[in-house]
C-alpha cells in the first residue's frame, strides 16, 4: 500500500512540498546527509550540495529497499536561507533530477554552523517501506 498524502480541504497546494503523508510498513529513519561524495569531497556550489545530499539518501534508503516514494518528511538545514531562496530554480532541477516528482513533508532551518566544516547544507528524512524487504 503506497504512502496517502495529507491534504487538509480547502487549503492552497503547497508548492515544492507536501503538508504531510501517512502509510503503514517499515520505519526508516535516515541520518543528517551533508553534500560530500564517497570520498569526502565537497563541490563549493550549493546546489551541487544539495544534489549530492539527496544521492546520499537515496543511497542509504536503498540500503533498506526503498526508493524517493517512500520518504515521508525531510528536514533541512542550511548555513543561508538567502543561498536556498537565491537559487530555487536550479534546486527544483536538481531535486527532479535526483528525487522525480516527489515531495515528501519538509521543513527548512537556517543553522549557525553544521559538523562538516565545508557543508553548506544537510538534510535528513524518514521514510516509510510499505512493501516487504
Not at 69 to 78: G, L, S
Request: charged content about 15%; proline content about 8%.
Amino acid at each position: 500500500m503506497p504512502l496517502t498524502k495529507l491534504h487538509p480541504q480547502g487549503w492552497p497546494r503547497p508548492r515544492g512540498h507536501t503538508h504531510g503523508w501517512a502509510g503503514a510498513g517499515r520505519l526508516v529513519v535516515l541520518g543528517g546527509q551533508v553534500g560530500c561524495d564517497s570520498e569526502g569531497r565537497f563541490p563549493t556550489d550549493f546546489v551541487d550540495q544539495a544534489r549530492q545530499a539527496l544521492s546520499n539518501i537515496l543511497a542509504v534508503l536503498a540500503e533498506a529497499g526503498g526508493g524517493a516514494p517512500d520518504i515521508a518528511r525531510m528536514t533541512w538545514f542550511v548555513l543561508s536561507l538567502r543561498d536556498y531562496q537565491a537559487n530555487l530554480p536550479a534546486l527544483g532541477d536538481a531535486w527532479r533530477e535526483v528525487m522525480g516528482a516527489h515531495f515528501p513533508a519538509m521543513t527548512f532551518v537556517q543553522v549557525s554552523a553544521l559538523v562538516e566544516p565545508e557543508a553548506l547544507l544537510e538534510i535528513e528524512a524518514t521514510a516509510i517501506l510499505t512493501d516487504p524487504p
